[in-house]
């Protein structure tokens, strides 16, 4: 692990909302506000960039696989899966960028909910 990922990791850790994670069960950079996100200096491939990449990744495939589930189950049948990879990573990461910078105050899950909105919707589900 590199010196800055450590760095990265460290810092949101330590900004990361406590108030917001206990209240909803979150960890990591969700909790943290668009404005300590910012303060990481995030971009495609830096270190910074990975970390936040990597936990709006796991929390929107995390967002897809609860709704594949309920489907099977025969609940929330309206909720669409989301195409995760009809956006480039770099999209993505200019996204979440652009609406913490017009939202610092919001939560950064806030920010990939609404990446995850925005991404087209999933045709249909090989079984």
Known sequence: MGVRFAIALGALLIFGSHSY???FGLMGEGTSTCAEILQLH????NDGGAVVLAWAQGYMSGM???????KAHKIAQ?????????VTIQGQMAFLLN???????????????ELYVALPDVKALKN
């Open 21 to 23: 994670a206990t209240e």
């Open 42 to 45: 995030p971009a495609f491939g």
């Open 64 to 70: 897809n696989m609860d709704r594949v589930v309920n």
């Open 78 to 86: 309206g909720q669409p899966i989301k195409s995760l990879g009809d």
């Open 99 to 113: 609406y913490c910078e017009n939202h610092p105050l919001a939560h950064f899950t806030l920010a990939v909910q």
